[in-house]
């Protein structure tokens, strides 16, 4: 993607006399998110709807927002940090993926099934396809020799510091007491 990108940040501020209902139950329809996802926007914080979008792009969410009564943010992006490689080359001619077609549906009023990801959720699904692997770990052992229980992992207590009792003196007991006076 040449040129500008944009984050678009919804913070929960409606437009006018909008209610709070009113923008949820829009949005949700226009954009085809669930109950979860939609409460997960209006949760009261700083969201980030969609990151590195072009100006064009940008511009139709905030209008989707503004119909729904709810200003969304269009924040530039400084400093992305993006393979130089990749950024320099230009993407193919009339690529697009399934998710960039539901995007555009869902811009356009129609209900392509967009949906948010939680906060902190992996954009896409890594998938791994490698056999699964079992080392051998037969030769691994935390503790030498064979006979050993679970207390040997344990720590060792510490240490406890030996009071000074130099300052004290022992009485003797009354019967010694007698005794030595009657000698």
């Known amino acids: 993607m040449s040129g500008p990108q944009y ?3 919804f ?16 949005l949700q329809a226009r954009l085809g998110l669930d109950d979860d996802t939609i409460s ?4 009261g914080h700083r969201v ?7 100006e064009p792009t940008a511009i139709r969410y905030q209008e989707v927002f503004r119909r729904a009564g709810a200003r969304v943010g269009i924040s530039p992006v400084v400093g992305v940090d993006r393979d130089p490689q990749k950024a320099l080359a230009p993407p193919p ?11 555009e549906r869902s811009l356009n009023g129609e209900s392509g099934g967009l949906q948010l990801a939680p906060p ?22 935390l503790v030498p020799g064979p006979d ?32 030595e006076e009657s000698s």
């Open 40 to 43: 997960r926007l209006f949760a």
């Open 93 to 103: 001619a009339g690529s697009t993926s399934a998710r960039d077609e539901d995007i």
């Open 148 to 179: 050993w229980t679970l207390e040997d992992c344990d720590r060792p207590p510490l240490p406890l510091p030996i009071p000074d009792i130099s300052y004290l003196e022992l009485e003797p007991i009354p019967e010694q007491k007698a005794r």
């Open 48 to 54: 980030i709807v969609k990151r590195g979008v072009d």
């Open 120 to 141: 902190g959720a992996l954009l896409e699904e890594i998938i791994d396809s490698s056999p699964a692997q079992f080392p051998d770990t037969s030769g691994l052992s």
């Open 7 to 9: 984050d678009i940040v």
């Open 11 to 26: 913070e929960g501020k409606l437009i006018g006399d909008t209610t709070l209902e009113a923008a949820r139950n829009s």
